[in-house]
């Protein structure tokens, strides 16, 4: 196997780590002070989109881009390295029009939209000029089993009236947040099919009925661009903004899910780096008891298991997207669930490590570290807990074995076995 990256994909990475290097990171500073004082600050961002795409780094996610349209065509291995250069500043995917939820909710339009739905919401988020959100997730029901979701999506002659609330909503206090893409119940419960019940629509952000309740503080950090809950109470809209067909819900979610969770695992990684870098240097710049933190054994064991478990993540991320490239989301369905139980799993242990070699300094916000840690956790419930990943990656494994019972007994040493195999003597 060749595990190089293409000469192409490696001229994009340097040019992605010298976009963040000169334009990015002399504003990260005040990028934080902005939104730790509750403002977003699009004259920062704006800007930089604006040298990105001029660059040629825009829409480098979407393999599916038209002559027509604007951005980078890639596919999913050849942006994951991207993505993972992107991931080391948190605020950067946007400045490359890369940023989730936009990037999973452009890849909908583009397979699902109508002409007139493309021409309204697709080619404006392509330009970005907007942005949008994804509302999926109930507070009031188990919604790991996406069919127990119960907001309810009914037809009344030219409209669809939407009841129900939502909630872990990124992106509806952006600026620039325009829609929502909502999924609801559109069947009755005696359907045939539990995954023939649910639809999406296309919710404009100022439709009457549609609130922003609050920003949900996810262990005390509030999100600049939110993580909202939101409630409908008879929001209406027209029948034309119905994406895709009644009850292709869940087949829009697994379209959505794939390409998605590839990109937010390598933006994991990216982190990863960084926080080993970041406890590298501390390492090795701190002294305690007479010497260096570096000498310590404990210490180069976080350090090592680190390095090998980044890497083996990234193997495995890798491996993943190729999938996707040449067998499309259906066949890499369990490679997809792998890798995002994987990547939280690595963040949250990398991380730990790091603020641990940090000392206090690692819980403020002085570093980045803080604000990961609190992301790495938070990824062990989005896009699905581990343990559904974990159920789904078990039941795979035993259909496999099981379509073959007993082929393995071969390499047992059966008695009958044990008696021919004594040598005479």
Known sequence: MDFEFSARVNALRQQVEEFLDRYMLPYNAQWHRETMAGRFPLDIMEPLKQIARSEGLWNLFLPALRDDEPGTR????????LAEIMGRLPWASEAF??????????????????????AQWLVPL???????????????????????????????????????????????????????????????????????????????????????????????????????????????????????????????????????????????????ELALDLMCERALERRTFGRQVSANANVQDWIAQSRVEIDMARLLVLKAAARLDSH????????????????????????????????????TSDTPLAYLYTWGRALHFLDGPDEVHLRLIARDELARVG??????????????????AVPAR
């Open 328 to 363: 499309g989301n259906k066949a890499a369905k369990v490679d997809v669930s792998a890798i995002k139980l994987v990547a939280a799993q690595l963040q949250t242990r990398v991380l730990d490590r790091a603020i641990q070699v940090f000392g206090a300094m690692g819980l």
């Open 403 to 420: 379509a073959n019972l007993g082929r393995n007994t071969r390499y047992y040493t059966l008695p009958e076995q044990l008696d021919r």
């Open 97 to 118: 029009n890369c940023n989730a939820p936009d990037s999973g909710n452009m890849e909908l339009l583009h397979l699902f939209a109508t002409p007139e739905q493309r």
């Open 126 to 272: 392509l330009e970005g000029e907007i942005r949008s959100c994804f509302a999926m997730s109930e507070p009031d029901v188990a919604s790991s089993d996406a069919t127990n979701i119960r907001t309810s999506i009914r037809r009344e002659g030219d409209e669809y009236v939407l009841n129900g609330r939502k909630w872990f909503i990124t992106g509806p206090l952006h600026p620039l947040c325009r829609f929502a893409i909502v999924m609801g119940v559109t069947g009755d419960d005696d359907d045939t099919s539990v995954h023939a019940r649910h639809s999406m629509v296309i919710v404009p952000m100022d439709t009457p009925g549609m609130t922003i309740v609050r920003n949900i503080p996810i262990l005390h950090h509030h999100a600049i661009e939110g993580q909202c809950e939101i409630v409908f109470r008879n929001c209406r809209v027209p029948v034309g903004n119905l994406l895709g067909a009644e009850g292709e819900g869940f087949a829009l979610a697994q379209a959505r899910l794939g390409p998605g969770r590839v990109h937010h695992c390598m933006r994991t990684i990216g982190q990863c």
């Open 74 to 81: 890639l596919t999913n291995l050849e942006y994951a390295p």
